[in-house]
């Protein structure tokens, strides 16, 4: 069965500092993957995905994500940090089979430090 | 403007009473879904449906129900059933095939 994990519950950084939220999954076909940012109250906005092709993904606001099979991980990061990205993050992979569904992980809160 | 739309924002509720949480989407997505949020829990699948007139239980369906008579329509019951029910609620669509789920602003739901 597929799942993700995340690896740090919060995490926290300088502004100006690199961002790296670090995502790991479990799959049995290839997978789809998703990062999502949470602003408090507020539903979730997709920031990237990788489906196929290249694995360096680019999203909004800055950030990227690189899919490396080998690794199964599909780190997020961002090379500088600005007071605005303090929200909560979480990643996703496709269910696979016959249905569309999304495994999400337990999310990551960053905190922005000025 | 295309998007999802969920109401009421705030709901309070009294122990007993069923409440029901609206979600419509114009984005004619076929598939529909129905998350709870708890801090430190992340997002936890209640119901969801791939097409009109069929849906599925997620992990959590236990106190919840759905209908699904429209395309653009998905809304979610909380009976008093469900013995927990205060959290953060969110709906998303999706394109039939796998790809990203689009969300609404969500439902706090909160029993006194």
């Known amino acids: 069965a597929q799942s993700v994990t995340q690896l740090g519950s919060h995490v926290s950084v300088s502004e100006g500092a690199l961002v790296l939220l670090r995502c790991n999954y479990s799959s049995s076909v290839p997978p789809y993957l998703f990062w999502y940012v949470q602003y408090p109250n507020q539903g979730l906005q997709l920031l990237l995905k990788y489906t196929t092709g290249a694995t360096l993904v680019k999203g909004i606001n800055g950030f990227e994500a690189e899919f490396k099979k080998s690794e199964t991980s599909f780190h997020l990061t961002k090379p500088s940090a600005h007071m605005s990205d303090a929200a909560e993050y979480f990643c996703?992979?496709?269910?696979?089979?016959?249905?569309?569904?999304?495994?999400f992980g337990t999310g990551t809160l960053l905190a922005v430090q000025p | 403007d295309g998007g999802i739309t969920q109401s009421p924002k705030y709901l309070f509720r009294k122990e007993g009473q069923n409440v029901t949480l609206s979600c419509e989407q114009n984005?004619?997505?076929?598939?529909m879904y129905w998350y709870r949020q708890d801090p430190g829990q992340g997002l936890r699948l209640i119901y969801y449906s791939q097409i009109v007139n069929d849906f599925q239980k997620g992990d959590i369906a236990e106190g919840y129900s759905v209908s699904r008579e429209k395309k653009e329509s998905f809304p979610l019951t909380v009976t008093s059933a469900q013995k927990n029910p205060t959290a953060f609620y969110l709906c998303a669509s999706q394109f039939a095939g796998v790809g990203e789920q689009f969300f609404g602003p969500g439902t706090r739901l909160t029993v006194l």
């Open positions: 996703a992979v496709s269910a696979g089979g016959a249905t569309n569904k999304l495994i």
């Open positions: 984005l004619n997505h076929d598939a």
